[in-house]
């Protein structure tokens, strides 16, 4: 049985007559298939294509919804969303003394949402305004991240830096290409129909502990990315998958500081530094 208290998240309750509507031509995901009772993952982006704000949102009584929103950028979160609202009627509140728990490793708690960034199996789930009886740490929960493959903005890329494909949103209904127009839509688009996707989360592991947060993952002389979260010889990373399987092909030695790591795609996603993507990796270099 294992659940923490995540102080570094905040809540935003957006509801109306026109929140689905307005909702469901602005962010990344699909809310038409959002069932009730899972938490999915999207996001915001700006007209680039690129991540602005990443959330868990969930479904709240009727005509509502539950945007579960990194803490420091919760105020933002709100102006934003306000900005697009208009003439809709839709209120957006944020929920300044709501909890938020991860769970793990235990029976399926009453009232709790299914974490969808999470393989199904693993039965990760989020509770809401239920803070207290932790029986892990926060450290425990970015080692379960880490393990399964879930980055996030603000922790493991910046805001404003990284396209949902970098993020594996792509792979986790974090972005739907089906439903139409969403802000940033062209550009991922384009993107996903073209393939030419070149950063990915990685997972790190090393034989000692990882240098921290933000350390240089190096490849030879070249930068490949940086590290996310860490703890201790585990890490996150968004890593340019082109010149990593260049490296590997030539047997160079990846880095993270003067650490030498190992690097491999989370096994959920299916993905893998397959022979064409470095022959086209070298190509480009």
Known sequence: MSRTTLANRGLVHIHGPDAETLLQ???????????????????????????????????????GFRFDVDHNVLGEFVKRMTMYKLR??????????????????????????SDERFPHDSNVRRLYDRAGDDTASPVDYDRLRIDNGVAEAGRDYEFGDAFPHDALMDLNRGVSFKKGCFVG???????QHRGTARRRVMQVRAETDLPETGATVTAGSKSVGTLGTVVGDKALAILRTDRVASALDKDIAVQAGDVPVLVA??????????QEERESGSAAQ
């Open 185 to 191: 839509q062209e550009v991922v688009s384009r993107m």
């Open 88 to 113: 809709a009627k839709v209120f957006i509140e944020p929920e300044e003394t709501a909890s938020v728990t991860a769970v793990w490793d235990e029976e399926t708690p009453q009232d709790s949402l």
């Open 265 to 274: 795609f989370p096994e959920w996603t299916g993905l893998a530094l397959a």
């Open 25 to 63: 031509d602005v962010i990344t995901c699909d809310l038409l298939s959002l069932e009730a009772g899972v938490a999915r993952q999207g996001a915001l982006l700006t007209p680039q294509g690129k991540i602005m704000f990443d959330f868990l949102v969930s479904r709240r009584g009727e005509d």
